[in-house]
Each structure stands twice: as C-alpha cells, then as structure tokens.
C-alpha cells in the first residue's frame, strides 16, 4: 500500500513486540509506503520516526514514516 495509517498500535505490548512492528513499519517504508502513526510512546516517536508533530489538545504524537 502506498499509504498506512495507524492509531497505537504499539499500545499495551511489551518491547518485544514493540519491536517486531517497528521492524515491520520500517520494512514497509522501504518499499515506497508511507506510514502516518498517532502513538502517546513519545520516545517511540522521537527516535524512530522520519517526522513528528503534536496534537497540544490530547499531547498525541502523530509521526510520519517515509522514504522521499
């Protein structure tokens, strides 16, 4: 797909886990898909993602994964 969109998924799972979709996502993003993600794991979002931004209602990180 060329666009993912996802809501937390990492929520609730345990770092392995974490890690395992992290290595999904970043596999994904290697074959041209882009990957809008909304995450409340801040150090998630600063250290993995291409971009981040913040919603200042609900402090939700919305991160962006893409290779161009």
């Excluded at 992290?22 to 041209?32: F, H, I, M």
């Amino acid at each position: 797909p060329h666009l993912i969109i996802l809501d937390e998924p990492t929520k609730g799972m345990d770092p392995a886990g974490r890690n395992q979709v992290w290595k999904v996502l970043k596999e994904l993003v290697s074959q041209e898909s882009t990957i809008l993600m909304a995450t409340n794991q801040m150090e998630d979002a600063e250290l993995k993602a291409d971009r981040t931004g913040k919603n200042l209602k609900s402090q939700q990180r919305l991160i962006i994964f893409s290779k161009g």
